[in-house]
C-alpha cells in the first residue's frame, strides 16, 4: 500500500521536477557571453574617469596633440616617425633690466617776496623740475582757494593767468591788474610720492596816496580864487595823469558847463619834482556854485578830498575858517580895499600877507 502511495507522488512531482532541472541545465549550456557592442570614437569622452577599476583601453586611441598645439603652439611629432623628430624647441627667456627709480621734483627756490604797485602786473615765478606727469597748482592761501591746476585755472576771474611753455620747468602764475585784495600768500605746489612739495610766494601790494595840503574844509567869501594842492606819496612808478573831481564828477573840458567850473575860470597843472607827483587846481573868482566836495584821484591811487564853503559876499574881508591843522594851502583873495592885488597863505606858522 505504501509503495503505491509512493509512486503516484513521485508520478505527479518528480517527473515535474527532472523536467525543470534539465531544462536549466540545457539553459546554462547553451548561453552566450554578452560582448558590448563597438563604441565609436565620437563617443570617446575627452575626460579620464576617476574610477580605477574602469577599462581604460577606449582611450589608447584618443589624440591629445591638438590639446598640446593649442595650448603650447609646439610642434609635437609622431613617436611612429622617430627619424624625423625635430630638435627641441628652446624657449627665449628675456632678462629685465632693473627700473630706475623716478626721481622726486625739485623745487628751485628764488624770490619768495613780490613787490608791486597797484594796477600793475604781479608775476610770481616757480620753477620745478623733474615733474614727470605730475599737476603742478597755485593757492591762495587766503581762502585756500585752488587758482588752477596745470595750466587750467579754476577761479572766476580773467587777472589770473598760468603761463608755462612745453618741455619747461617753469609755472607762473600772472596778475594783470592788482588789486589790494591780492595782497597776500600764494603756494606753488606739486605732488611727490612721500606728500605734496610747496613753495611759498609773499605779495605785497603797494597803494599810493594822494594827499591834498591844508584842511578837510574851509569857507571862503565868493570873488576869492582857490589853489588846492594835490601830492601823490608812496608811488615807486609816478602816475601818468591826476584827475580832479567836483561832487563826484570829473573836471575836464567836457564837464566844465555841467560843474559850472567854465575853462577862464578853472586850470590843471601837474609837474613832478624830486620823483614826486604835484597837482595844482585853480579857480578864480570862486561863486557860489563852486561849493561842494572836491576831490584829487590819480589812476590806482587811494584819493583826499576837501570840502570848500563859498559864502555869499558881505564885505570885502575874506572869512576863512580852519577844522585842522596839516601842510600849507593857499588861498587867493582879491581884496579891493588895497590897490594891489593881496594873496593870504596860511601855513604851519601862522599866515601872511603877500602883496603884488
Known amino acids: ?33 554578452i560582448i558590448p557592442a563597438e563604441i565609436s570614437k565620437e563617443e570617446i569622452s575627452p575626460y579620464w574617469s576617476f574610477n580605477e577599476t574602469a577599462d581604460i583601453s577606449k582611450y589608447e586611441d584618443f589624440d591629445h596633440r591638438k590639446f598640446l598645439e593649442h595650448e603650447l603652439h609646439l610642434d609635437v611629432s609622431d613617436p611612429a616617425n622617430a627619424d624625423e623628430l625635430q630638435p627641441p624647441v628652446k624657449l627665449r627667456t628675456t632678462t629685465l ?43 591762495r592761501r587766503r581762502d585756500w582757494h585752488i587758482l588752477s591746476s596745470g595750466v587750467l585755472t579754476y577761479i572766476n576771474d580773467g587777472r589770473f593767468r598760468v603761463f608755462h611753455s612745453e618741455k619747461s620747468d617753469d609755472w607762473d602764475l600772472r596778475i594783470s591788474p592788482v588789486a ?7 603756494e606753488c605746489q606739486v ?11 609773499n605779495l605785497f601790494v603797494i597803494v599810493p596816496t594822494a594827499v ?67 597837482s595844482r587846481l585853480t579857480i578864480t ?5 563852486d561849493t561842494g566836495n572836491y576831490t584829487c584821484q590819480p589812476p590806482n591811487t587811494d584819493p583826499d578830498s576837501t570840502y570848500i564853503h563859498i559864502t555869499p559876499e558881505i564885505d570885502n574881508t575874506a572869512a ?36 603884488l
Not at 108 to 135: D, F, P, R, W, Y
Not at 180 to 186: E, V
Not at 250 to 267: A, M, T, W
Open 1 to 33: 500500500m505504501e509503495a503505491m502511495v509512493f509512486w503516484c507522488y513521485w508520478n505527479n512531482f518528480g517527473i515535474q521536477y527532472l523536467i525543470f532541472a534539465i531544462t536549466s541545465i540545457k539553459m546554462v549550456l547553451d548561453a552566450k557571453p
Open 97 to 139: 633690466a632693473p627700473s630706475t627709480p623716478t626721481p622726486e621734483p625739485i623745487i628751485h627756490v628764488g624770490t619768495t617776496n613780490v613787490t608791486v604797485q597797484l594796477g600793475s602786473t604781479a608775476l610770481l615765478h616757480c620753477e620745478i623740475a623733474n615733474i614727470s606727469e605730475k599737476m603742478v597748482s597755485w593757492v
Open 180 to 186: 589790494k585784495i591780492d595782497n597776500g600768500t600764494y
Open 191 to 201: 605732488g611727490t610720492g612721500t606728500g605734496i612739495m610747496t613753495h611759498y610766494f
Open 212 to 278: 591834498i595840503s591844508g584842511s578837510d574844509e574851509y569857507h571862503t567869501p565868493e570873488g576869492n580864487s582857490i589853489v588846492l594842492c594835490c601830492k601823490i606819496e608812496n608811488s615807486p612808478v609816478p602816475p601818468q595823469y591826476v584827475l580832479w573831481y567836483h561832487n563826484g564828477k570829473v573836471i575836464s573840458s567836457g564837464n566844465f558847463n555841467k560843474n559850472g567850473l567854465k575853462p577862464d575860470r578853472l586850470s590843471i597843472s601837474t609837474e613832478q619834482i624830486d620823483h614826486k607827483i604835484y
Open 285 to 289: 573868482k570862486a561863486i557860489q556854485i
Open 320 to 355: 576863512i575858517q580852519r577844522h585842522k591843522s596839516s601842510n600849507s594851502v593857499l588861498l587867493v583873495t582879491e581884496l579891493s580895499i588895497f590897490p594891489l592885488t593881496s594873496f593870504l597863505l596860511i601855513g604851519h606858522n601862522g599866515f601872511r600877507w603877500v602883496f
